[in-house]
C-alpha cells in the first residue's frame, strides 16, 4: 500500500475527535495525486458525508462548473477539506476539531506538493493567514511555505449569495492564468537547468 493509501486509510478510520461518532462515511478527499492544484474547502456536508467524496452537493456542482468553465477537471486537481468528517447540521467546525484534523491535511499537501492551494472560503483561508478577511484577501495569490495560496469565495457562499458569483468565476480565470504561468516558468527552469549541465 501507498503512503498516500495508508493516510486515506487513517482518515477513513480516525477517532481523534467526536465528529467520527456521527458519520456516515469519513471524506478524506479525492483527485490527482500528482496536482498542480490543490483545493481546500471547509467540511463535508450532507451529501460528501453519505457518498465519502468531497464536493458532490450543489457546491461541488458550482465547483464542477467552476473548473469546467476554465477546462479543468476534479480528475486534474486534488479537492479536499479543512475537517474529514461532517459537522452536525452542517455547523461550522470548531477549533478542536479543526487542530485534530490538521496533521491529516498537512500530510495530504507534503505528499502532493502542489503548486497552488486554493482556500475556499473563510476558514480555510484561516488555516494559512488567521484573522485576515476573505472578502479582502481574495482573488489575490500570496506565498505561503513555498507554496502559492490562492483564497476565493466558498462555493456555498456564492450559490447563498449571487452577487458573489462573478468574483468567484474572474478568480477561476486568474487561477487558470496563474497555473500556466506556473508551469512556463518552470520549464523555463528546467530549460535552463539542462542547459547548465549540459554546458558542464
Ligand atoms: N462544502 C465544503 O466545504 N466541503 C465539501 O466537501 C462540501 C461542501
Redesign the pocket.
Known sequence: MSDFDALIQRVNTCTRCTLSRKRTNA?PGEGSRNADVVFV?????FY?DQQGR????P??QLLDQLLASVGLDRKDVY?T?MVKCRPPNNRDPLPGEIAACKPFLDEQIEMISPRVLVA??RYSFSKFFPDEPIGKARGKPRPWNGLTVYPMY?P?AALRNGNLRSALEQDFRNLALLLQEDLSSSRTEEAEQSEQLSLL
Open positions: 471524506v474547502g471547509e467540511g463535508p456536508g460528501e468531497p464536493f458532490v452537493g457546491a461541488g479537492i477539506n475556499l472560503g466558498h456555498a
